[in-house]
């Protein structure tokens, strides 16, 4: 059980492309979904927290007009980087909180790499 | 301030040797602790949790660790470890309440034939 999955797992775009990361739990409901953004060598830097039916809450520092997060049901969150741009070229994460203590469930990330 | 303190970057060891990964966290930080992994390019996976009872908690693939208060650690251990125990190990705690994890900065397990 709590299955995460996270698409797609690699993905290349031209710098002033958008992008789409789907974050899907498969076998549980998620009140609340997690992105993160992890530099090489890093530990996880959460970007914000995505609540389902209402507006993500963004860590200070995240642009949010750049990272756009949507949680329109309780089993799919995505992020959308738009306007990429090389520094946006990263390795981002999602979790989905399961139960009441929101144990957090990670899928397998997200390589963007931006040219 | 919160924080997960993993006192280790780099932890080589040989194979069948035993290990321990060292997590300290402090004390505003709540006693809901996790121990991740997350192998080259791929998501975490949780190794195991304490939320509450036993001081001993055993995990996934023959890792264990154990909650101590007194001070403030929740180290990782495994008897014996495996090639393909190499990776990345994070430890993790809420902060305010369960809805934000606090991560270590990561122990890279490095075990060698």
């Known amino acids: 059980g709590a299955v995460v999955s996270q698409h797609p797992s690699r993905v290349i775009c031209k710098s002033g492309t958008s992008v789409k990361i789907e974050c899907r739990s498969l076998?549980?409901?998620?009140?609340?979904m997690f992105w993160y953004r992890q530099f090489p060598k890093k530990s996880l830097m959460l970007m914000a927290t995505?609540?389902?039916?209402?507006?993500?809450?963004?860590e200070q520092g995240v642009e949010k007009d750049k990272f756009l997060i949507n949680h329109a049901s309780l089993t799919l969150s995505t992020l959308t980087v738009t306007s990429a741009h090389p520094e946006d070229s990263s390795f981002y994460i999602c979790?989905?909180?399961?139960?009441?203590?929101?144990?957090?469930?990670f899928g397998a990330g997200t390589r963007l790499s931006v040219l | 301030a919160q924080s997960v303190t993993q006192l280790d970057s780099q932890v080589p060891v040989f194979e069948e040797a035993p290990v321990e990964l060292r997590c300290n966290y402090s004390s505003s930080v709540s006693v809901y602790l996790f121990w991740y992994v997350q192998y080259p390019n791929q998501g975490l996976q949780l190794l195991l949790k304490?939320?509450?009872?036993?001081?001993l908690v055993k995990g996934i693939n023959g890792f264990e660790a154990e909650f101590n208060k007194s001070q403030t650690s929740f180290h990782l251990r495994k008897p014996s470890v495996h090639i393909s125990d190499t990776a990345e190990y994070f430890c993790a705690g809420f902060s305010g309440g369960y809805n934000k994890l606090i991560f270590g900065a990561g122990t890279r397990l490095a075990v060698h034939p």
């Open positions: 995505s609540n389902e039916g209402s507006k993500a809450t963004y």
């Open positions: 979790s989905a909180g399961q139960g009441a203590k929101n144990i957090q469930y």
């Open positions: 304490y939320l509450s009872g036993s001081t």
């Open positions: 076998d549980f409901q998620a009140t609340t």
